[in-house]
C-alpha cells in the first residue's frame, strides 16, 4: 500500500519563526512535491523534486525552501513564516511509471 | 500555459441518480490523467487513472478519455450522500514531464 507521510499535521506558530514541514513515503519514488491548497485557488505548488538533493521552483516558491538529502524525504521550510503563509500543505509523491501521484494527509498550518 | 479546467459547481444530484463530472485540458499531447476525490479537510485520495481513449470502470466509477476533444470525465453511478466531495481532475503534460496540472475542482453534492 502506498503511504505518503506527514509527520505535522496541525501546526500554530508566530509569524517570524522558522517552520519545518516533513513528508516521508515508502514507495521508492523519484518526485516529491510540495503544494499549498488555499480556498477558491485550488493546489498550488511550491517546489517540486525529481532526485536526491535535486531541486525546482515550482509556481510559488518564494518565502519557502526544501531539502531533500533522502531519497524517501523530502522538507519544506518556510525560513520566516507569515500570516499569509496560513494554509494547508501537501506533499506528494510519483514514480516514473505511470506518473501516478498519491499524497499525504495534509499539514495545517496556521501562523499568528 | 497548460490548463485543466473544470467548472466549480456545485453539482447537485439526487441519491441514486448519475452523477457526471467534466474536465477539458488544453495540452493535445497530454497521456495520463487522474481524478481525485477530496473531502473537507482532507487531502486527495485517488479514485481512478485513465491514459487511453474510451471508457474506463472500477465499480461504480467510470472515466472516459477523449483525446481529440480533450477532455475527460467520471461517471458516478447510483450517487450516494457519501460521495459529496470536491472532485480533482489532474493532467500530465507531455514533453517528459512528470509534473501534473491540476484543475481547481468540482464540488458534488448528492441530497438523499
Known amino acids: 500500500d502506498v503511504k505518503v507521510t506527514q509527520s505535522s499535521r496541525y501546526l500554530v506558530k508566530r509569524t517570524g519563526e522558522k517552520v519545518f514541514l516533513e513528508c516521508v513515503q515508502d514507495?521508492?519514488?523519484?518526485?516529491m512535491f510540495w503544494y499549498r491548497q488555499d480556498p477558491g485557488l485550488g493546489l498550488r505548488l511550491i517546489y517540486f523534486s525529481y532526485d536526491v538533493k535535486m531541486k525546482e521552483k515550482g509556481d510559488i516558491p518564494e518565502g519557502y525552501s526544501v531539502s531533500r538529502e533522502k531519497k524517501e524525504r523530502f522538507s519544506l521550510i518556510l525560513e520566516s513564516a507569515s500570516t499569509n503563509q496560513t494554509s494547508m500543505y501537501l506533499c506528494?509523491?510519483?514514480?516514473?511509471?505511470?506518473?501516478?501521484?498519491?499524497f499525504g494527509e495534509g499539514s495545517w498550518l496556521t501562523v499568528v | 500555459q497548460k490548463e485543466v479546467e473544470q467548472n466549480s459547481g456545485p453539482l447537485s444530484v439526487p441519491e441514486g441518480a448519475i452523477a457526471s463530472l467534466n474536465c477539458t485540458y488544453s495540452?493535445?499531447?497530454?497521456?495520463?490523467f487522474f481524478w481525485y476525490r477530496q473531502y473537507s479537510g482532507k487531502s486527495p485520495e485517488l479514485i481512478m487513472s485513465?491514459?487511453?481513449?474510451g471508457d474506463k470502470e472500477d465499480g461504480r466509477f467510470t472515466a472516459q478519455l477523449n483525446k481529440a476533444s480533450q477532455y475527460v470525465s467520471l461517471l458516478i453511478r447510483d450517487s450516494q450522500p457519501s460521495d459529496s466531495a470536491t472532485y480533482l481532475c489532474a493532467g500530465i503534460p507531455s514533453g517528459g514531464s512528470y509534473i501534473p496540472t491540476f484543475g481547481r475542482g468540482t464540488s458534488l453534492i448528492v441530497h438523499p
Open positions: 495540452d493535445r499531447g497530454s497521456q495520463s
Open positions: 485513465i491514459y487511453s481513449n
Open positions: 506528494a509523491t510519483s514514480g516514473t511509471v505511470g506518473n501516478t501521484i498519491y
Open positions: 514507495m521508492d519514488h523519484e518526485n
